[in-house]
């Protein structure tokens, strides 16, 4: 398994300005996502941080919304960018480790937009 | 589009019986099955994966793969009041390391 920190755990910002979430796994890992999840609901993944080169993402996200960086195979970046109510949800970091396709998930930032 | 359906519930269960959590999935290459459990207010925690057709147990847990009816399955013998959470299954392919997941199950265990 990865043990997965992040930080900040919750955060309550202001409408406009922009806010990078940090993600640290505690060993070496082939892939890291990041996910955001709204109260009562499933995970949607906004993209997949690859180390080195441009992060791919999903439907309905962009690079300029969401910047991504992975510097390295143990940490990534989300930078949720010039926020509005609309972005409050809870942002989850995951990683998969070298046994094939299990996730394990980071304990989430809780984001909060005024 | 890759779909993975659950009945969001809440399953109610008493204490000391079996829940019965129920997944069905619509990509035949589908290789790959966990299940997650998610207790309110935390990330989501790997219990159970599953990549063969049949029963796979671990403790109180089994999870039950069929893959010619594209159903996955999650039983909980003796639950107990700490079993309860959303339950959230996730399928992935061969050709892709990203698992789609379900909208999950609320299970309530109550005492």
């Known amino acids: 398994s990865a043990v997965i920190s992040q930080k900040p755990s919750r955060d309550i910002c202001q409408r406009g300005t922009s806010l990078t979430i940090q993600c640290q796994v505690d060993?070496?890992?082939?892939?890291m996502f990041w996910y955001r999840q709204q109260p009562g609901q499933s995970l949607t993944l906004i993209a997949t941080?690859?180390?080195?080169?441009?992060?791919?993402?999903e439907s309905g996200f962009v690079i300029d919304k969401f910047p991504i960086s992975r510097p390295n195979l143990t940490f990534s970046t989300l930078t949720v960018s010039n926020m509005s109510p609309e972005d409050s949800s809870i942002y989850l970091c995951?990683?998969?480790?070298?046994?094939?396709?299990?996730?394990?998930f980071g304990p989430g930032t809780r984001l909060t937009v005024l | 589009q890759k779909e993975v359906e659950q009945n969001s519930g809440p399953l109610s269960v008493p204490e000391g019986a079996i829940a019965s959590l129920n997944c069905t999935y619509s990509?035949?290459?589908?290789?790959?099955f966990f299940w997650y459990r998610q207790y309110s207010g935390k990330s989501p925690e790997l219990i159970m994966f599953?990549?063969?057709?049949g029963d796979k147990e671990d403790g109180r847990f089994t999870a039950q793969l069929n893959k010619a009816s594209q159903y996955v399955s999650l039983l909980i013998r003796d639950s107990q009041p700490s079993d309860s959470a959303t339950y959230l299954c996730?399928?992935?392919?061969?050709?892709?390391?990203?698992?789609?997941f379900g909208r999950g199950t609320s299970l309530i265990v109550h005492p």
């Open positions: 941080a690859n180390q080195g080169s441009e992060a791919t993402y």
């Open positions: 060993s070496q890992v082939t892939m």
């Open positions: 990509d035949r290459g589908s290789q790959s």
């Open positions: 995951s990683a998969e480790t070298l046994r094939a396709n299990e996730q394990f």
């Open positions: 996730a399928v992935s392919d061969r050709g892709s390391y990203i698992p789609t």
């Open positions: 599953i990549y063969s057709n």
